[in-house]
């Protein structure tokens, strides 16, 4: 799985300068409702923790993320807001102390990519086929019946080049790879390498990660994906 430490410092101000719209990331969220402990995979520095905390109470929320240097950041952001938890953990061995009702990952561990009337492909920052499994196998564990699961939906990934809102310049660049891709990540100032980072990812076509996915209890809940930021499991079993 990719460590993001190369990134945390610029993660913020890439990510806000038009990277993902956080509030509608929220508004997705909040159309599932009711529910009461709430479980972000992948929570990076905390950002839409921190939207959905100052626009919703609930009773718990928890989030995990591989990289601690990610998780200082998100400790500091969600300080004030005292029902949100943090922990350092990888999804191949999660212990939690409860189950959730509503789990969600958005480019976090795994998402979806929708490209036009094309089927959706699962990508998930777990190389290893193995490992995915148990990814799947510990997070259903943690869920309880009748609860629901959100993987985000992403378009396709290209290669390009942005400035973002502090002047320097963000890229990025896709390898096509046996299984999947690999992403390289840069960021510069006036010509100057700041940062790079290179991950594979893994992808699955629709029908085996709905395969993956019923393995461990998650049926996929049929509805239309345009003008969604994620797609529905149900807990089954």
């Not at 290209?158 to 390898?175: C, H, L, P, V």
């Not at 990540?185 to 980072?197: E, R, S």
């Not at 076509?205 to 209890?217: S, T």
Request: charged share 20%.
């Amino acid at each position: 799985m990719g460590d993001y430490t190369n990134m945390s410092a610029y993660y913020d101000v890439i990510m806000t300068s038009g990277y993902y719209d956080y509030k509608s990331i929220v508004d997705n969220l909040l159309e599932h409702e009711p529910y009461n402990h709430v479980l972000e995979i992948g929570c990076g520095t905390g950002l839409i923790l921190e939207e959905l905390a100052k626009r919703k109470h609930v009773q718990s929320i928890m989030g995990i993320d591989l990289t601690q240097s990610m998780l200082t950041i998100a400790n500091a952001r969600l300080k004030d807001f005292p029902n949100v938890t943090l922990s350092n953990q990888n999804i191949t061995q999660l212990k939690l102390e409860k189950q959730y009702d509503l789990v969600f990952s958005y480019g976090g561990v795994w998402y979806f990519v929708v490209d036009g009337d094309n089927e959706p492909f699962l990508v998930s920052h777990i190389s290893d086929p193995a490992a995915n499994e148990q990814g799947f196998e510990h997070l259903s564990k943690y869920m309880s019946v009748g609860s629901t699961l959100l993987l985000g939906i992403q378009g396709p990934h290209f290669d390009y080049e942005k400035a973002i809102s502090n002047g320097m310049t963000y890229s990025q660049k896709i390898d096509p790879c046996e299984d999947g891709f690999i992403k390289h990540y840069y960021l510069a100032d006036k010509g100057h390498n700041l940062m790079a980072q290179t991950v594979q990812y893994r992808t699955y076509d629709f029908n085996k990660a709905r395969g993956l996915l019923g393995r461990y209890g998650f049926e996929y809940q049929l509805e239309s994906h345009k003008n969604k930021l994620f797609v529905r499991f149900k807990k089954i079993s």
